[in-house]
């Protein structure tokens, strides 16, 4: 069972930068990969980024790459969303999620744990 727990959201302009991190609960996250959703009102849930911790393999969405950066620390089992270069419609609920497994996958349906959720609101 992991749990996981994200911290950083909240208001920034447009152009501005915001740094997400989501903690995880497990003894060890060696095995895993992990994610960064986000949802809009009235939208569906959709991918952002995601790492695999064995390689540090990332992807990204078309929509942020280039502006948003996922890493993590293995001493602190917390990856982290570095986002940059902010524009009004990346203002969603972002997510983190896990999934126990070496591939990357698009698809939330893949991911069997889900952190609670934190705000990021980008105004124009």
């Known amino acids: 069972q992991v749990q996981l727990v994200e911290s950083g959201g909240g208001l920034v302009q447009a152009g501005g930068s915001l740094r997400l991190s989501c903690a995880a609960s497990?003894?060890?996250?060696?095995?895993?990969?992990m994610g960064w959703f986000r949802q809009a009102p009235g939208k569906a849930r959709e991918f952002v980024a995601a790492?695999?911790?064995?390689?540090?393999?990332?992807l990204y969405a078309v929509s942020v790459k280039g502006r948003f950066t996922i890493s993590g620390d293995n001493a602190k089992n917390t990856v982290y969303l570095q986002m940059d270069s902010l524009k009004p419609e990346d203002t969603a609920v972002y997510s983190c999620?896990?999934?126990?497994?070496?591939?990357?996958?698009?698809?939330?349906?893949?991911?069997?744990?889900w952190g609670q959720g934190t705000q990021v609101t980008v105004s124009s």
């Open positions: 497990a003894r060890t996250v060696s095995g895993y990969v």
């Open positions: 999620a896990a999934r126990i497994g070496v591939t990357i996958y698009y698809s939330n349906s893949y991911y069997g744990y």
């Open positions: 790492i695999k911790w064995s390689g540090g393999s990332t």
